[in-house]
């Protein structure tokens, strides 16, 4: 079974640009969500999807959205773009939104912003 | 609010040695706790987790956690460390948000450093 796939793997924009990020959760997956990893703040958790609802939003900026498509496959979109928001985004996906259940990760996506 | 801590930046240990990663959490409810690695470049690999049943959680590659509710402890464990398994180790528990939630909270994370 294929895993969590994340395109572009590597992106370089400039500050007040935009970017959207895509996320391909494991067949048969529901539940994506998406986290931000930085050497200074380390995994924070950005939103979650399911059933292209929004379950659920983590501590970030307007400029930071997402959404979730009928097919579960995932986008996640940055406006206006900060030097600050250089990370690698991470996507997970999970069968439903259950506490218990086990999230697997993509390879990620580095955003460097210049 | 629910936390883990990870209380130690690096871990080195040589070839062949047990290891162990420490994490403790802080929770209310029931915890549900995960063990995730990282390899440079790379996104998080899961290894393990706690729901409920033994406290003696066995993994993949060899690894194994002890979950120990007195001690409010989830530590990483291994027999015999191996040089590949050089990486970061992220310990995590998921949220409590009143409903179904899949967000995770994670500590900072332990470099683990094997030495031939």
């Known amino acids: 079974k294929a895993g969590v796939t994340q395109t572009p793997r590597y992106l370089i924009k400039t500050r007040g640009q935009q970017v959207t990020l895509s996320c391909s959760p494991i067949?048969?997956?529901?539940?994506v969500s998406w986290y931000q990893q930085t050497p200074g703040q380390g995994l924070q958790f950005l939103f979650e999807y399911f059933s292209e609802t929004q379950r659920n939003k983590g501590n970030f900026p307007g400029r930071f959205s997402g959404r979730q498509f009928s097919n579960s496959r995932s986008e996640m979109n940055v406006s206006t773009l900060e030097l600050g928001d250089s990370a690698l985004y991470l996507c997970?996906?999970?069968?439903?939104?259950?506490?218990?259940?086990?999230?697997?990760f993509g390879p990620g996506t580095r955003l460097t912003v210049l | 609010a629910q936390s883990v801590a990870q209380p130690e930046d690096q871990v080195n240990v040589a070839e062949g040695n047990p290891l162990t990663v420490k994490c403790t959490y802080s929770?209310?409810?029931?915890?549900?706790l995960f063990w995730y690695v990282q390899y440079p470049n790379r996104g998080l690999q899961f290894l393990l987790k706690y729901i409920t049943g033994d406290n003696l959680v066995k993994g993949s590659y060899g690894f194994e956690a002890e979950f120990n509710k007195s001690q409010t402890s989830f530590h990483l464990k291994k027999p015999s460390a191996l040089v590949s398994d050089s990486a970061l180790y992220f310990c995590?528990?998921?949220?409590?948000?009143?409903?179904?939630?899949?967000?995770?909270?994670f500590g900072t994370g332990t470099l683990l450093a094997v030495q031939p």
């Open positions: 997970a996906s999970s069968r439903d939104p259950d506490r218990t259940d086990t999230q697997y």
């Open positions: 067949s048969g997956h529901r539940s």
């Open positions: 929770v209310s409810g029931n915890p549900y």
């Open positions: 995590a528990v998921r949220d409590f948000y009143g409903g179904a939630t899949n967000k995770l909270i």
